[in-house]
Nanobody, 130 residues
Framework: QVQLVESGGGSVQAGGSLRLSCAVQGLLHSTYCMAWFRQAPGKDREGVASIDSSGTARYAGFVKGRFTISQDNAKNTLYLQMNGLKAEDTAMYYC????????????????????????WGQGTQVTVSS
């Protein structure tokens, strides 16, 4: 059974930091790669960062060096370190997994969605006050 369980969200002031974690169960590292998405109220879901099977990280333009995606395969955990948080970063953040061939495509984050074999976590709320 596939499970993606996020944690680490919370409320911070602008300029602060948070580290999101996603515990992953039931997926093969050789087949599935990971990403973070977010959705603010009234807005479409958007890609934040992804990491492919070679460890190459990709980021949405709005990240601008503030966020870092990483993974610890031994712990089956995905991370998103977020620094320099802004009020506009307020959103529900979702951990996601999809086939590595999908995650590695240039438009994967721009699409804001997964393929038919993808999985979503339940989300963790991040609120940034200005």
């Amino acid at each position: 059974q596939v499970q993606l369980v996020e944690s680490g969200g919370g409320s911070v002031q602008a300029g602060g930091s948070l580290r999101l974690s996603c515990a992953v169960q039931g997926l093969l590292h050789s087949t599935y790669c990971m990403a973070w998405f977010r959705q603010a109220p009234g807005k479409d879901r958007e890609g934040v960062a992804s990491i492919d099977s070679s460890g190459t990280a990709r980021y949405a333009g709005f990240v601008k060096g503030r966020f870092t995606i990483s993974q610890d395969n031994a712990k089956n955990t995905l991370y998103l370190q977020m620094n320099g948080l802004k009020a506009e970063d307020t959103a529900m953040y979702y951990c996601a997994a999809d086939w590595c061939t999908m995650v590695a495509t240039a438009g994967f984050l721009l699409g804001g969605r997964l393929g038919s074999s993808g999985y979503w976590g339940q989300g963790t709320q991040v609120t940034v006050s200005s």
